[in-house]
């Protein structure tokens, strides 16, 4: 007898729908599902176990799911699961699986199992603080460092290592009792008090130099996270480093021959006060896009309650005429069946089928009503934010000029004293020192006046880069908002208008097979 094992494979879209059929709803409503189509982003639960899969691909639309089996294929990475953000369940087990990895998306994600792998190290976990469950037993970790890392969970509560060369450590149990004080159960047993009690008085040192570096670490890791709080706020503002002499500081930054430049008689008085005005300016942009932003936040939000209300409201009235007609149609099915007279009964299904369309209208009506409703919902968002976004470019564009005028009136000033410099080097009447940076310069009129000008056009360019940069982001910002929301609402329409059409038919369908 001869056999051939299956070829290694990769999760295609055969392989997927295949999957959804087998695991979705049967019967009626299964047909309707097969129907309308399956929509990868609406489900919920996938199992693709047992199928010798190699490589995880093509899940990126399944952004619904929640509980996925990978366990007993053939995977040798973690991959493919980025766009995964809501699932809470993932298996997999008895696979090839050497690091652990692409997992940091999955911050919902409470159940793990990696059971039966050939993972050494628990790494690259570090975003996932909801983990209640992590299976990792029959793998290769052999290191008690491993248990360490695992203390930054503060939501696990069971442990499985059972099978790994860790375990065969004299103090394995009493080590972990120790170090995850808050774990409730460590391979399928549950942690008794003696356990612990004996690991804490053990590694009673240990563990109190570990809080108080912890300590501090979580301290450090605060702070970092406030700051970059407060950063992504100012992005999301389009203000971002505006908030100082941070554009100053950057326009000197680039410049070649700012050092050289600032060695001349007076410049540093004269930087001084160049930057003590335009600091002001930048801290005004920067607070009127805080501003800004907090008003566009309000009017986005305001926009979409009140879209969620009107489709709420719609969605309402078309449940309460579903259920009318469900229950007439409910009865009249019910007399239809005890009618014997071939006639009476198609006479019968005619009206209901009438009924149907006349019902179909009504929901078709009330659909329109709302998108109506909703397009001048839209109408008055799309105006109000487009003023608040035109009268805040305009201002910005305000201040930016400012900003380019103090440039050019130091370019000026810089400018005079640099040929009074020069000239003063060339009739021998300087009395204090040149420093050989600044000689380099002071050769001729052409080379001060380009080392002048060029400098002048490094600091314009900065000013412009800057204002480009945040009045290309905005109005990217405001057009992409206002495209993706007009096309979730087509979306939206087009949906609704198939359930309707298929719930139609469904009850034509229904009606017809009373004849068959």
Not at 120 to 141: C, K, M, P, R
Not at 265 to 289: R, W
Request: glycine share 4%.
């Amino acid at each position: 007898m001869s056999w051939k094992q299956d070829e290694p494979k990769v999760i295609d879209d055969e392989m997927l729908q295949q999957a959804i059929v087998e695991q979705g709803p049967q019967g009626q409503a299964g047909k309707i599902a097969k129907k309308e189509g399956i929509q990868y982003e609406e489900v919920f639960q996938l199992r693709l176990d047992f199928r010798n899969i190699l490589k995880i691909y093509h899940l990126w639309h399944f952004t619904s799911l929640t509980k996925l089996q990978l366990n007993n294929n053939v995977i040798e990475r973690i991959e493919g699961l980025e766009n995964l953000t809501n699932l809470i369940w993932l298996d997999l087990s008895f696979n090839n699986i050497d690091v652990i990895e692409g997992l940091d998306s999955l911050v919902k994600l409470q159940d793990l199992s990696l059971f039966n792998n050939r993972i050494s190290v628990i790494e690259n976990l570090d975003t996932l603080q909801n983990l209640h469950i992590l299976s990792i037993g029959n793998n290769a970790i052999a290191q008690l460092d491993n248990v360490l890392y695992l203390r930054k969970f503060k939501n696990l509560r069971t442990l499985n290592l059972a099978g790994n060369p860790i375990c065969d450590e004299e103090n394995f149990k009493i080590f972990v009792a120790a170090f995850l004080p808050d774990l409730v159960y460590l391979d399928y047993r549950l942690l008794d008090e003696q356990t612990r009690e004996t690991g804490l008085v053990k590694y009673h040192f240990a563990l109190e130099d570990m809080k108080q570096n912890e300590s501090q670490e979580q301290k450090a890791i605060e702070a970092q996270k406030i700051s970059n709080e407060e950063l992504q706020l100012h992005k999301d503002a389009f203000v971002e480093f505006l908030n100082g002499a941070q554009l100053f500081d950057s326009m000197f930054a680039e410049d070649p021959d700012a050092e050289k430049l600032a060695l001349l008689p007076g410049m540093e008085a004269l930087l001084e006060i160049f930057k003590s005005k335009m600091e002001p300016l930048c801290v005004q942009i920067f607070d009127a896009g805080l501003a800004q932003l907090a008003g566009r936040t309000a009017e986005v939000d305001s926009f979409f309650t009140c879209s969620h209300e009107a489709v709420a409201e719609s969605q309402r009235k078309a449940a309460q005429t579903l259920a009318d007609f469900e229950n007439s149609r409910r009865q009249k099915t019910v007399e239809m069946q005890q009618i014997a007279d071939t006639k009476l009964l198609e006479a019968h299904i005619t009206s209901c089928h009438e009924q149907a369309d006349q019902f179909s209208e009504t929901l078709m009506s009330l659909e329109l009503q709302l998108v109506d409703q909703l397009e001048d919902i839209f109408k008055d968002f799309e105006r109000n934010i487009s003023d608040m976004v035109g009268g805040f470019i305009e201002y910005v564009q305000g201040i930016f000029a400012l900003c380019r005028n103090l440039e050019n009136q130091h370019h000026e000033q810089q400018l005079e004293i640099a040929l009074e410099t020069l000239e003063k080097v060339v009739k021998n009447e300087i009395e204090e020192e040149i420093p050989d940076d600044l000689a380099m310069l002071l050769v001729d009129k052409d080379t001060v006046t380009n080392a002048v000008n060029a400098s002048h056009d490094t600091h314009l360019l900065k000013i412009d880069n800057r204002e480009d940069e945040l009045l290309t982001r905005i109005k990217s910002w405001m057009s992409g908002l206002l495209k993706s929301i007009h096309n979730n609402e087509v979306e939206r329409n087009r949906k609704r208008i198939s359930e309707i059409r298929n719930y139609i038919s469904f009850v034509k369908n229904e009606l017809e097979d009373m004849t068959s």
